[in-house]
DNA sequence: AAACCCATGTAACGCGTTACATGATTAT
DNA sequence: ATAATCATGTAACGCGTTACATGGGTTT
């Protein structure tokens, strides 16, 4: 499916980002919902760019450390709607290693069941906090109320689904404590 | 990691399987959070019996098809409590490609935006009525309330957690819509 | 007879991570 | 000076999907 393709081409059709740029932007907002390392961004790039689908320009930083500013053309951006606006069905599976221990709850004894969710609990908390902090960091960036046309309407949607995620996973699993403490 | 390996370990552990009964496993309950193909599960059950995890006898269906029974050795076993006993960090990135899609909001006129949030909702009502169907099915199985000792208590927790993550999805896609329509 | 399910395997290819490799620039 | 960050690439390996390949058993 070369879903990396659509999130570099998604990445460009905001701005011109390095190759650089891509890879921190996987560390920061989209992050909750995909990344990709460095070594798979550049061959992709370069791939992209044999395609015809994005270009570049060689900027000198400082003195001599080259970069390469890529942007997308209009066959980047065809194809990119193309994507945006296929309706694809839901995957089957969300991998998620945790409710695969979960589901093998039978083969652990009841502490150590007891003690797998809380740490999973507390550990989705602190993300939860990690989260909030950042919802409110960019709640000071908006014009309140948010609406569509906001350039940061991208990450007010998957800030707050990443905060429902983590919300649903801790009520979920202090729903299912009771049951592994007596 | 190999979690294809413990996957297998764990459930062996809960029975004797073949390999075509393992990849029927991955169609149903655990599904919902772990799968793979049968192409990438009997390269693995070879692998399993060679580092001495598994161990299977030929067993003859009929008159001449065969089909080998795995089951779990001590070593294995030993092997998946190690596993499950093990607290590993979130994964940053949970990949989900329609939140990647959402993410590129900009990128969509408030048409385009509207109708992709509108058919992800069909589907996952859709998805959370048979997940439903599925969970009545399971309550006229088990003597409720339902304990940590029920052989059912795996499939329990992976059911309700799939409900809530369709639930979760739900709620925000209906929290969100509005912000497309007018 | 045909369709569907049971049953097991391999091959080719693409996706993704870790490690290898190098060097410039900026902040402390 | 040193550490952190900026910047770009390749190599090796493992994970995962699609397709190829074969055949037996059961149900309609």
Redesign the interface.
Known sequence: ?R?LK??IL?LL??GELSGYDITSQ?KK???????AKHSQIYPELKKLTDEGFIEYQTVIQGTKLEKKIYSITKSGKQE??K???T??????????????????????S?E??N??FT??LI??KR?LNHLDERFNELQEKIDDP???DS?H???F??L??AI??E??YI??LE??LP??NK
């Open positions: 499916m879903v659509y999130a998604g059709d905001k996987f907002e989209i992050g909750q919902f995909w990344s990119l709607d994507w945006l606006n309706f694809s069905p839901i995957p089957e599976t969300a991998k998620d290693e945790f409710m695969l221990k979960a589901y093998f709850i039978s083969s652990m009841k150590e069941a003690e797998l740490d999973q550990k989705r993300k948010i609406s569509f350039p309407f991208g990450h949607l998957v707050t689904k429902e995620r919300k649903g009520e979920w729903r299912m049951m592994l």
